[in-house]
């Protein structure tokens, strides 16, 4: 009987240990799966974000580019010449010339923050704006009075100038912008 109690004793423990084992090993394969779906979604939620900022950057690249070829276009010669024909007057002249800025405050926006290598390039291309506008407006103001505008004296040169100037700088900053978005 002490044989039999011992014999049982013995099974016992033997189950309970490998209950014990069973559970210690079953704990450890669950927490390895656990942390396995843990990096798994950890790798799958940084594959997003990178695939999320990567179609953020290129869509603020597109809007930059959108908005240097607005620019290049309304501060143009062949654009100052339509408006001079038109005898544009003050005030819808400078309504124009404010609806631009909006443009060029949100392409400051996205060269100050994101885009910083073109960000020198912009304040340039801003610096020439306010230039062609008030060499321009002077050229309209003198064309109202029926006064001959001299390209020397009324601003018309710099106004070209400035035009030029806004061209090769849009040019130069869209090319920066393609090669950006192949970065991308």
Do not use: P
Not at 49 to 58: D, G, M, T
Not at 119 to 148: C, P
């Amino acid at each position: 009987m002490e044989t039999s109690i011992i014999t049982q004793i013995i099974t016992a423990s033997s189950v309970l240990f490998g209950v014990a084992l069973t559970s210690f090993a079953q704990s450890r394969t669950q927490r390895r799966n656990q942390q396995f779906q843990y990096s798994l979604e950890t790798e799958r939620h940084a594959r997003e974000e990178i695939k999320s900022e990567r179609a953020l950057a290129l869509d603020r690249l597109a809007t930059a580019h959108r908005q240097l070829s607005a620019i290049g276009r309304e501060f143009s010669i062949t654009n100052l010449d339509i408006i001079w024909r038109a005898k544009m007057e003050d005030l819808e002249y400078d309504q124009r010339y404010l609806n631009v800025c909006q443009e060029v405050d949100e392409l400051r926006v996205i060269a100050g923050l994101y885009e910083t290598s073109i960000g020198k390039d912009v304040e340039h291309i801003y610096g020439q704006m306010n230039i062609f506008w008030g060499s321009f407006k002077n050229v309209l103001r003198l064309t109202a009075l029926g006064e001959n505008v001299a390209s020397n004296i009324s601003g018309l040169d710099k106004a070209h100038a400035a035009a030029l100037e806004i061209e090769n700088k849009t040019a130069s900053i869209k090319h920066q912008l393609t090669e950006l978005a192949k970065q991308y």
